[in-house]
């Protein structure tokens, strides 16, 4: 075991870095080329049971500190994800196959094919804020998020997690119910509700009108979802928003996250982001003489 | 970066082919590209085919965004996300640059870029004399400018491809800059390859997201929007997808 190394739920990662789901994620060779630039793990693009286009443009604004995104969960379905996981596959890192879905059979029968494609893992996207009858519209409901666990833990052997949205004051609640569905680990957060109007045109800019903020403006609040869940939940934390350096992967270690997720820094930084944050963790071990980065995991807890 | 812009100039550069001038400038490299936002309507990718001064796009109508982005009139509002993805390396001493119907707009950009007319030479086809653009901003900053269309309505009979091969077998060039469909790119690849000079090619794929993100715009995983537009005929040697296939909205493979 070298000093990056983490276990997560079971799954070894060489380093803390994983992917975050759609950012390069929709296709093979996109997958590829970020384990070569040093993820520790790759997490799919949210895949559903038929293909989907996504709203029309605009679906990004770009802002100073992050990005509002209104993809609308694009993909080319499970059946078609077949063959880009059998390329994804050969990366020699854990893939992590993300989901999405309105019901939990329609959920365990894509988890099913999943984990047949070799996912070392199934990511239930119960959080994403814009896709009318999908993502956060079921992951905000304790009772629902319990009943689509409970039939992925049935459907797989891989573990399972639970990806969440800060968009409710129950985020508490519903991970204690992925936890006592079964769930093998929480991951959040996924993007903040927002939106960007252009004064000029007075108009909403996006084309769904409100979309997903991302990237450093809502760390701030992706710590303090990971620190508030990692006392309420015994489940490992995957803790995801605005990820950038390995000062970050720091707090959200340290605020209960056992391995981290990066997106919108491919963008704003470039792939070479992966090898950034782990040679500055590397870094930080040396200097305070830490063997594992397991020892900091909630670290700041204190009070 | 995200800037409203209002249309100063509208020129009519071509049949269904216009260029719109803008009122705010853009700091951006010959062959960069820009996402262009028509409120109400779309946003869409663009090249840029002025960088010096104002900023400029020139769009040809194949569709409902491209037409809606043509038939807006002087003091109208667009968005410019941009600009995105790589530029044109120049350094190479004697240059072909080859432009196929509104590929000409970053092919003219780098002609004017070099800045030296003995430097680098023009090849502009198009279908028909209705397509040809930039004949004679290209003739002001190149000496060797020569025209083709497929139907011989103008300049040489043929495709730009074959007005390329010839002068590349006529004079010697260490660089092929080319920017057309993608046929007229995988046939220029070849000629290039035949001849032994080495070339850039700008790509088109969906784009989406601009930036890096979501991945709608890969070809065998490089992005147009940030590896791209621009590859080199080494890197796209290697693609399995170039020329034969591309990903649609969903991110499925089609023929092309
Ligand atoms: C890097 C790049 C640079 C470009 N530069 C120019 C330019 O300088 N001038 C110019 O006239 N055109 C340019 N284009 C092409 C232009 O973006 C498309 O013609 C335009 O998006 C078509 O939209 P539409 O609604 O009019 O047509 P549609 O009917 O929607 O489509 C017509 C064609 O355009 C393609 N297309 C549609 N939407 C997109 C999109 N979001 N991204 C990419 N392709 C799309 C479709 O696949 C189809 O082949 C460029 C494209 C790319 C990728
Ligand atoms: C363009 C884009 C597309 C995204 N698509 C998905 C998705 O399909 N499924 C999902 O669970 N999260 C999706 N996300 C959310 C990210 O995975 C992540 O949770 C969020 O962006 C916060 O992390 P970041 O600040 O590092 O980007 C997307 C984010 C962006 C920017
Ligand atoms: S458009 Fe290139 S990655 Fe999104």
Redesign the interface.
């Known amino acids: 075991m070298t000093a990056l190394e983490v276990d997560l739920a079971g799954i070894k990662l060489r380093n803390p870095t994983l992917l975050a789901s759609?950012?390069?994620?929709?296709?093979?060779?996109?997958l590829?080329?970020v384990a070569v630039a040093g993820a520790g793990g790759l997490v799919t693009?949210s895949i559903g049971l038929e293909?989907?286009?996504?709203y029309?443009?605009?679906?990004?604004?770009?802002l100073p500190d992050g990005?509002i995104?209104a993809?609308g969960l694009?993909?080319?379905?499970i059946e078609?994800f077949a063959e880009e996981m059998e390329i994804a596959t050969k990366s020699g890192v854990p893939v992590i196959g993300s989901l999405f879905a309105a019901i939990p059979e329609d959920f365990a029968s894509l988890a099913i094919k999943m984990e047949s494609y070799g996912a070392a893992a199934i990511e239930l996207n119960l959080s994403c804020p814009h896709a009318k009858g999908y993502g956060m519209e079921v992951g905000i409901d304790p009772d629902a998020v319990h009943a689509i666990v409970s039939s992925v833990k049935d459907a797989v052997r891989v573990p399972v997690m639970a990806k969440l949205t800060p968009n409710t004051h129950r985020l508490l609640d519903v991970a204690r119910a992925v936890e006592a569905a079964g769930g093998d680990a929480i991951v959040a957060i996924n993007t903040v509700k927002a939106m960007a109007i252009?004064?000029?045109?007075r108009?909403p800019?996006l084309h769904n009108t409100t979309g997903g903020l991302s990237g450093p403006a809502i760390k701030p609040i992706g710590l303090r979802c990971v620190y508030e869940l990692h006392e309420a939940v015994k489940l490992p934390i995957v803790g995801v928003g605005g990820i950038e350096s390995s000062r970050d992967v720091l707090e959200y270690m340290m605020a209960g996250a056992t391995a981290v997720q990066v997106?919108?820094a491919?963008?704003?930084r470039?792939l070479k982001v992966f090898r950034e944050i782990c040679d500055g963790l590397a870094e930080h071990m040396a200097a305070n003489g830490l063997n594992r980065l397991s020892e900091i995991v909630g670290a700041a807890h204190v009070h | 970066m995200f800037i409203e812009a209002r249309i100063t100039e509208r020129i009519r550069s071509g049949r269904g082919i216009t260029t719109l001038l803008f009122d705010r400038p853009m700091e951006a490299k010959a062959g960069q590209i820009v996402m262009v936002w028509i409120p109400g309507v779309d946003e869409i990718p663009m090249a840029l085919s002025h960088i010096s001064g104002v900023a400029s796009i020139t769009v040809k109508e194949v569709g409902q965004a491209t037409k809606a982005l043509s038939a807006l009139n002087v003091g109208d509002l667009v968005g410019l996300r941009g600009p995105y993805g790589n530029s044109w390396d120049l350094t190479p001493r004697r240059i072909l640059a080859v432009g196929g119907g509104v590929g000409m707009s970053p092919i003219m950009t780098a002609v004017e870029a070099v800045n030296d007319r003995s430097r680098v030479d023009v090849a502009i086809g198009a279908r028909d004399a209705g397509e040809i653009i930039f004949e004679e901003r290209a003739r002001k900053a190149s000496d060797d400018v020569r025209v083709s269309t497929d139907d011989g309505s103008y300049g040489i009979k043929g495709t730009v491809v074959s007005l390329a091969d010839a002068m590349m077998r006529e004079k010697r060039y260490d660089m092929v800059l080319g920017c057309g469909p993608e046929i007229m790119n995988k046939y220029l690849l070849k000629a290039c390859n035949e001849n032994k000079v080495p070339c850039q090619l700008s790509l088109e794929r969906i784009m989406k997201c601009g930036t890096g993100l979501c991945g709608s715009c890969v070809i065998d995983g490089l992005r147009v929007c940030v590896e791209g537009p621009i590859f080199t005929g080494e890197q796209i040697s290697r693609m399995t997808e170039f020329g034969k296939c591309k990903r649609d909205d969903a991110g499925l493979k089609v023929k092309i």
């Open positions: 759609g950012v390069m994620g929709e296709t093979g060779d996109s590829l080329r693009k293909p989907r286009k996504g029309p443009n605009p679906t990004l604004v770009e990005y995104n993809m694009p993909g080319p379905g078609a252009s004064v000029e045109a108009r800019i997106g919108s491919v963008g704003r470039g």
